[in-house]
């Protein structure tokens, strides 16, 4: 209540203003997340780990942070949920890949659970090294830099220099690197993992499909397509068709 | 069975019951049928149909009485097989009861057996009576009829007698009797069937359910136990089905009992899950709700160990013993986790940086037509002065500024003028602009509207400067000529 009302006073601040209504849902929603995230703690806290990952779960709904999915990993462990706490801490790590705390509890629930960290191709592992968004920018921003340190000294009528040669190659070489990084994180979004454990993977997507063989909690998996309810996946020795709500995907 | 001297043999009858329509003596020829491949001849026989009969005992037949006439469909109903008294009031028992319709379904176990004295044709007699459960099992009119075989004193089962009654001794005759048929409508149920309708159709109340117990940990059965009491005279009660739930494996006990087995599967829920069901009265010919409601529970999860001490396997040397502590902020944030290259607003915005670029291009490439074509840049500038200078031009008149005016409509005619030289609009003078003008205009009004705005401006440059009183009045012939002078810019 308290940031809805300072929402609202804004509201007014701003359209007398000319601001625009995107700083006011900023504001509310991290907020609103802020919120939800101290309510996460204090259940935690007080061992109520059902209750605590429901708010941890709203706040990252709201707004996805690297801390509010480790918390939620955390509270989904103590519940006894491996593999929504695996997929939990994944999602901290593709926000912050060099988060120490999501790549020491993924170790460590992992050697619990005894399931595989997903097997990435080299362009996927190329793109773990940095955020996912930072690659788009980076072969935005080296494909301009080249554009531009080839074509605006024409414009502007100077003369050509090695340096703007040499700009127009890294920016390039930038651009072509990040082109392959970019598509490793395209990638990697189809990758995800199961949610209950002992999942039944099927030979056809029905309820009454012969089933070829169980999955562990936290299993990664690559999702390949989709019909009705069920995900036609594959995981590292086979493919089958897994219900919808047995896989969480990271980039969701 | 019949009796074939000291033996009983098993014989295998078609009946066909006849209504004579006239007297006389009729025959059915003799024929053959196929028994097991073998022919067997059927000999002819004869039938007598006297006019009078008084001297004959009146034929023996079953009585048939449904307890209901108008049922629904589904609804079970009790009907009553009667055999009054033979000659002496000998009573005797049926066995092989069975109930003829289209559209019912018999329970084969007959529900009692009774002899009780009846009113049969107006006089006080001692009936067998046997009473069936019976289902009707389509919607319709359905014509029932009984049949049964007389079994002398051979009683299947317990009976209660009623009265004083004579059961013969000797050798049952195993007597085929048929009864008349009786019409039942049987009406459909209504469309609007609720969730959770089982066939159940009774006046039921249901009791509070009871739960063995209200904690419990994920994978823990607990009973649910769930009372139907029947408040009307007979039910035909479907206990409710186990509904499907992600949350709990639902097993049914075992019908009639009405309970059911739940197994959280997840601690997620608060409650146990909603049971739909209903029931169909007959009496209002309505459905109502029996709906099992949910009911509060604290499921406990199964936590995960926090710390590594027992593996010692060289693989898990690696990972940490223990897991991270509890963030105490959320630290760093995203929009959304959906990346940028798969959002369309962010390819939308790469046009961005081409459409600077095109711009330049678009910008450089006029540049160098303008350094290409001097004198159309230069008219072009002129165009773009001139208007300028109209609109000064236009707000002397409106203000009557006299001065303002003089020197606005001189430097427009000058502005004008310009790019044919070219030289600076400054340095014209009132010859260079007439020349422009072609013959008809220089010796006409335009040259002349021309000479006047110059005298005028020169007269700045006398000791003696008039008042240019006059001069707003050649505001019009003024815009005429810069009209010429524009027209060949």
């Known amino acids: ?252 | 069975m019949r009796q074939n001297g000291g033996e009983f043999r098993p014989l295998t009858a078609f009946v066909h019951e006849l209504t004579t329509t006239a007297t006389g003596q009729f025959t059915v020829s003799n024929f053959t049928v196929m028994v097991s491949g073998q022919p067997v001849e059927i000999p002819a026989a004869t039938v007598t149909v006297v006019g009078d009969n008084s001297s004959l005992p009146p034929p023996r037949r079953l009585l048939l009485e449904p307890l209901v006439k108008n049922i629904y469909l589904g609804q079970s109903f009790r009907v009553r097989i009667l055999l009054p008294a033979g000659e002496g009031n000998a009573i005797e028992a049926l066995r092989e009861i069975q109930i003829n319709g289209d559209i019912l379904m018999t329970d084969k176990k007959p529900l009692s057996f009774a002899i009780q004295t009846i009113n049969f044709n107006g006089q006080l007699k001692p009936a067998f009576i046997c009473e069936m459960s019976v289902t009707p099992i389509m919607a319709g009119t359905a014509k029932v009829s009984a049949q049964g075989f007389t079994a002398g004193r051979e009683f299947t089962a317990p009976i209660s007698i009623t009265g004083q009654v004579t059961i013969p001794g000797g050798v049952p005759q195993y007597a085929l009797l048929l009864s008349e048929a009786v019409e039942i409508q049987v009406h459909p149920l209504p469309a609007d069937e609720p969730p959770g309708f089982t066939g159940a159709m009774a006046k039921l109340v249901r009791e509070t359910p009871v739960l063995s117990t209200n904690r419990l940990h994920v994978g823990e059965p607990i009973h649910l136990s769930e009372i139907f009491r029947n408040d009307g005279d007979y039910t035909h009660f479907v206990p409710p089905a186990a509904p499907r739930s992600r949350e709990w494996q639902i097993i049914a006990d075992k019908p009639p009992a009405s309970g059911f087995t739940l197994i959280p599967q997840t601690d997620a829920v608060t409650n146990t899950p909603v049971i739909p069901f209903c029931a169909f009265n007959p009496q209002t010919g309505k459905y109502y709700d029996l709906t099992i409601p949910a009911l509060p529970v604290t499921v406990i999860g199964d936590g995960l160990p926090v710390n590594l001490p027992a593996l010692e396997n060289e693989n898990s040397s690696a990972a940490p013993l223990k897991l991270s502590g509890l963030a105490t902020s959320a630290g760093k944030t995203v929009a959304s986790l959906k990346p940028l290259q798969l959002r369309g607003w962010f390819v939308l915005v790469q046009f961005l940086p081409v459409a600077g670029f095109l711009a330049l291009w678009q910008w450089d490439r006029r540049r160098r037509y303008w350094e290409a074509h001097p004198d159309l840049f230069r008219r072009r500038q002129a165009r773009r002065t001139l208007r300028r200078e109209k609109r000064t031009f236009e707000r002397a008149i409106a203000g009557q500024d006299a001065t303002a005016f003089l020197q606005c409509a001189m430097s427009a005619l000058r502005i004008a003028a310009a790019p044919h030289f070219p030289a600076e609009p400054r340095a014209l003078v009132c010859a260079d602009v007439l020349a422009l003008l072609d013959a008809q205009d220089k010796n006409g009004r335009v040259g002349e509207t021309v000479r006047k705005v110059f005298e005028a401006a020169d007269t700045q440059f006398a000791a003696t400067i008039p008042t240019p009183t006059d001069l707003l009045a050649l505001a019009a012939d003024v815009a005429a000529a810069l009209q010429k002078l524009e027209e060949k810019l």
């Open chain 1, 1 to 252: 209540m308290k940031h809805l009302r300072f929402a609202i006073c804004d509201l007014r601040f701003f359209h007398r203003h000319g601001c625009g209504l995107a700083l006011f849902f900023a504001v509310n929603f991290a907020g609103a997340a802020e919120d939800f995230f101290a309510q996460g703690v204090a259940a935690y806290q007080a061992v109520q780990f059902p209750e605590a990952a429901a708010a941890f779960q709203k706040s990252a709904q709201t707004q996805p942070a690297v801390g509010t999915f480790i918390n939620l990993g955390l509270a989904e462990w103590q519940r006894g949920h491996a593999g929504t706490a695996i997929l939990a801490w994944e999602k901290a790590r593709w926000i912050d890949p060099f988060d120490p705390r999501a790549e020491a509890d993924l170790k460590f629930a992992r050697a619990v659970a005894q399931v595989d960290k997903p097997q990435l191709k080299w362009f996927e592992t190329a793109s773990t090294w940095l955020p996912p968004n930072a690659w788009v920018w980076l072969a935005g921003g080296g494909l301009w830099l080249a554009v531009g340190a080839l074509v605006l000294p024409r414009f502007f009528r100077r003369r050509k220099t090695g340096e703007q040669q040499w700009l127009a190659a890294l920016g390039f070489g930038v651009f072509l690197f990040s082109l392959t990084a970019n598509l490793g994180v395209v990638s990697r979004t189809n990758t995800g993992f199961i949610l209950e454990k002992n999942t039944p993977l099927r030979l056809t997507p029905t309820r009454e499909a012969e089933v070829i063989s169980t999955l562990t909690a936290g299993e990664p998996v690559r999702r390949l397509r989709a019909r009705g309810n069920y995900l036609f996946i594959r995981t590292a020795s086979e493919a089958g068709w897994v219900e919808q709500s047995a896989f969480g995907q990271v980039s969701q």
